[in-house]
């Protein structure tokens, strides 16, 4: 006969900690008999909804939910496997499952096997690498202080502090990957700190490095002139490179390249091909007009069948070794990343005096201020050229003291003659990333 199953969640109004949270319980009844256990999860006695038995809370509830499937999928796989199953023996598996490490290093393996599943799941295994890389440091850093492991409440501010001066000093790192393996730190002790091991993050008071201003790295010209010289004699390769163009002439970031299907292609009434699409970062409207090399590229490859993306693109840490590949092959010396592509989609139309309006619109920015990065990028440039010109003409023996003795014609000759040398190193027309 099968067992009758039923849980309730609730909380004890008079139980309230001294942060104004209480625990929220769970009851598990089985054959008319109960038990009861603490979820681990706490809120405000005002966001919880008895009714619906739900916290106001969309971080907690959604831990609520999870914590709820886990009861039910637990209680049905033990019934198909042992035939019988009570509310006791329910409730000491949970419990048995639910440990909580009190050791750093350890709940930092739990985390990573959280995160693991959660690759699994979504195919992007980034965060997850990453995490390996932030809990090796603390392994060595441990070993540098003689120790296997740390308690959590060994853990003082000090501690943060000489962690974060040995990734610093020792490890060489600058603000931003110090700010990531603090950020590991914290996500651990955090855990700790949700599960009641500890009462507060000693850490709290420790700063994050300030981070300079984002440099957006992108391409020359020449450089994107050999990327489209270069076929990759591999086929994965040859994919990457393709799509490299594709998103260097379209602004696409690789989700999104990734995302596009033949419905997003569009064509206007004079037969100008464009490309409409909402980013997955920003949610804002793409609107691109395809150039000739990029309208090429995709008639190799899906622009038919809907149920299909345009590119048969794999996840994006199989891609990052293809695109290292290239960069290797046209001889650049910093590493090349996919994003450079879209940097350089920025970076070459600011180049070409499109307003920023215009460029916002067809790099689906949620705000001008992302594209104006692009206009200091090329005034840089302006100002890198000017200084290069300046240098020429000293070395030429045209000096400042000499152009101002010079009568006010000669000036103007000067000013003539400046302005001719600069439209030369400008390009002529808009026909000049086609020819590149």
């Known amino acids: ?216 790295k992108h391409l020359t010209k020449a450089e994107f002139k050999k990327i489209l010289s270069t076929p990759m004699s591999d086929a994965h390769a040859e994919l990457a490179r393709r799509c490299f163009i594709f998103s260097t002439l379209t602004g696409l970031a690789y989700v999104d390249a990734q995302a596009l299907h033949p419905h997003h292609i569009g064509t206007t009434a004079d037969g100008r091909r464009y490309i409409r699409i909402n980013r997955q970062k920003t949610k804002i409207e793409a609107f691109v007009p395809l150039h000739p090399i990029a309208e090429q590229i995709l008639d190799l490859y899906n622009t038919t069948d809907d149920s299909k993306p345009v590119f048969p693109l794999p996840n994006r840490d199989a891609m990052w070794f293809d695109i290292h590949e290239i960069g290797f092959g046209i001889g650049r010396e910093e590493n090349l990343s996919y994003h450079q592509a879209r940097h350089s989609f920025g970076t070459f139309l600011i180049n070409e005096g499109i307003c920023t309006e215009s460029i916002a619109k067809m790099m689906g920015h949620a705000s001008l201020r992302s594209t104006t990065t692009y206009a200091r990028l090329s005034d840089m440039k302006i100002s890198a050229d000017m200084d290069a010109l300046v240098k020429r003409r000293k070395e030429e023996g045209l000096s400042k003291k000499e152009v101002a003795n010079q009568p006010k014609g000669s000036c103007r000759t000067l000013k003539k003659r400046l302005k001719i040398t600069i439209c030369k190193e400008e390009p002529k027309n808009n026909d000049e990333l086609q020819d590149n």
């Not at 796989?77 to 009190?102: C, D, F, H, M, Y």
């Not at 296997?148 to 501690?159: N, Q, R």
């Not at 943060?160 to 914290?186: D, V």
């Open 1 to 216: 006969m099968r067992s009758t199953f039923a849980l309730l969640f609730y909380i004890n109004r008079s139980k309230v900690k001294a942060d104004g949270t209480t625990a929220v319980m769970c009851r598990i009844t089985i054959d008319g008999k109960s038990t009861a256990l603490t979820t681990g999860i706490y809120c405000k006695p005002e966001d919880w909804n008895p009714k619906k038995q739900e916290i106001a809370q969309t971080r907690d509830n959604n831990r609520l939910d999870t914590y709820r499937h886990r009861m039910e999928n637990l209680y049905y796989r033990t019934l198909k496997e042992q035939g019988v199953v009570s509310a006791e023996l329910l409730k000491n598996q949970i419990t048995r499952q639910v440990v909580v490490p009190t050791y750093l290093l350890k709940m930092g393996e739990l985390e990573r096997e959280r995160l693991k599943k959660r690759a699994e799941e979504t195919g992007s295994r980034s965060t997850y690498r990453s995490s390996a890389y932030y809990q090796n440091y603390i392994r060595e850093f441990l070993a540098e202080m003689g120790k296997d492991d740390i308690l959590f409440t060994d853990i003082t501010e000090e501690f943060g502090r000489e962690y974060k001066a040995y990734l610093i000093k020792y490890k060489n790192f600058g603000p931003s990957q110090t700010n990531h393996c603090m950020c590991w730190l914290n996500r651990l002790i955090y855990l700790a700190v949700d599960n009641e091991v500890l009462r507060a993050n000693p850490l709290e008071e420790i700063e994050y490095e300030k981070k300079p201003e984002p440099q957006r």
